[in-house]
Each structure stands twice: as structure tokens, then as C-alpha cells.
């Protein structure tokens, strides 16, 4: 059965949840309107097996459905039939957890303005899970993306010199824990080529249930 949180997010992140077989569109006021860091999200879907949701403005669902009708060119016309001809189309795997790895805790909470964070953790509103060294300089962070009050989405980066660690792994579930205490699910995108980032995932406990989710996204 399907998490009820994690239902409770895709119908509101969508603009609608479950659906049936096939790709439906539907038009969400959401689309138009700010996300997490300030820019629109023009497109977002979500694929669950053989059933699955596009999500976009009101005043774009006739002409995303035409392409709906030529699948093979979908994503690559997508963003121009948004009203985003310059965006690309982000083609990810959608995984979620309700039981995170048992891993111990190695980051600290901090806020998103701390001097000597990487500036794609400054995008956050709140605070962020970050790894320092001993110098205090920074190695690894999670910053969350509230998109509702059901489901909040984990971004993780590591510098280049403390990959290997497993300090990604470690971060992610330590934050699935703050996101589960806090009444929502985490969830966690990844693009479907990133081996490493599908490693991080499987090993902080966010299986792969074979979803996927795209859409045309700020670079």
C-alpha cells in the first residue's frame, strides 16, 4: 500500500493522484506559481509503473496533450509547449523512504548562510545539513526542498576530495529521519545515468521501486 503521506504530496505537488493506465495531464495552478527556491516548476511528472501524471499550467494541458499523442518527441518538445523553449527536461529516477538506512549521524545543522557553503546550498530558506573538517571547511551537505507539508525532496553534494567516505549516504539519512519527525516523506530524485548518486540512495535506504519523474526545471 501506498504511503499516505507520499500519496497526499504527489496529489498535491501534481494536481492529482493515483491515476489509471497511461500518461494523464492535468493542470495544476502550482505550475505557474513559485517552487522551493523562488523559480517555477512549469512541468513535473511522475510515473508509478504503468500509470503515471504530467503536470503543468491550466492553460497548457491541450497543447501537452497533442504531444502526449507522439510520445517519442514528448520530452524534447515539452519545455517549448510550456512556455519554456530555453529550459531542458530533467529525466530522473523517484524514490522515497518511510525506513532510512540505520546509519549514525555525522552532520550539523546549519543555516543556509554560513560562510563557506557551496552556493547551491544557499538556495534554501532553512537550514541545511552540512560535514565540515577539522579546519571547518566544508566537505558534504543535504539541503531540503519543501515542496508541500507531505513530501520534502533531499539534494546532496559532496566535494570531489571526501567522496568515498560515505558521508552522502550518511547525510541523507540522517535528514529522511528530520523529514519523517516532521510528518512528511522524503523523497529523492536522481538523474537515471548518475550510478553514484543511485548508490547513495540504495545504501541511505531509498530503493529503487522502478518510478520516474520529469520534468522542465531552472538549470
Do not use: C
Amino acid at each position: 500500500m501506498l504511503d499516505r503521506r507520499l500519496h497526499l504530496h504527489l496529489a498535491t505537488w501534481l494536481g492529482q493522484w493515483p491515476a489509471g493506465p497511461g500518461l494523464h495531464v492535468v493542470g495544476s495552478g502550482r505550475r505557474t506559481r513559485p517552487a522551493w527556491d523562488g523559480r517555477p516548476r512549469p512541468a513535473i511528472a511522475v510515473h508509478a509503473g504503468a500509470s503515471g501524471v504530467l503536470s503543468v499550467a491550466p492553460d497548457r494541458v491541450a497543447a501537452v496533450r497533442e504531444l502526449v499523442r507522439r510520445p517519442d518527441g514528448l520530452l524534447n518538445a515539452l519545455p517549448a509547449a510550456v512556455g519554456y523553449p530555453r529550459w531542458a527536461v530533467h529525466d530522473d529516477v523517484f524514490r522515497w523512504s518511510v525506513a532510512p538506512a540505520d546509519l549514525p549521524d555525522v552532520g550539523e545543522w546549519a543555516p543556509p548562510t554560513t560562510p563557506g557553503l557551496p552556493s547551491w546550498l544557499r538556495l534554501f530558506d532553512r537550514s541545511v545539513l552540512v560535514v565540515r573538517d577539522q579546519r571547518g571547511r566544508y566537505l558534504a551537505g543535504v539541503g531540503i526542498k519543501r515542496h508541500d507539508r507531505h513530501g520534502h525532496e533531499l539534494a546532496v553534494g559532496t566535494v570531489p576530495a571526501a567522496r568515498g567516505r560515505g558521508l552522502a549516504r550518511r547525510l541523507v539519512a540522517q535528514a529522511a529521519r528530520r523529514v519523517l519527525d516532521d510528518g512528511a516523506v522524503p523523497t529523492y530524485l536522481h538523474d537515471r545515468s548518475n550510478a553514484a548518486s543511485a548508490r547513495v540512495a540504495e545504501a541511505a535506504g531509498f530503493p529503487d521501486r522502478g518510478w520516474r519523474s520529469y520534468g522542465v526545471y531552472p538549470s
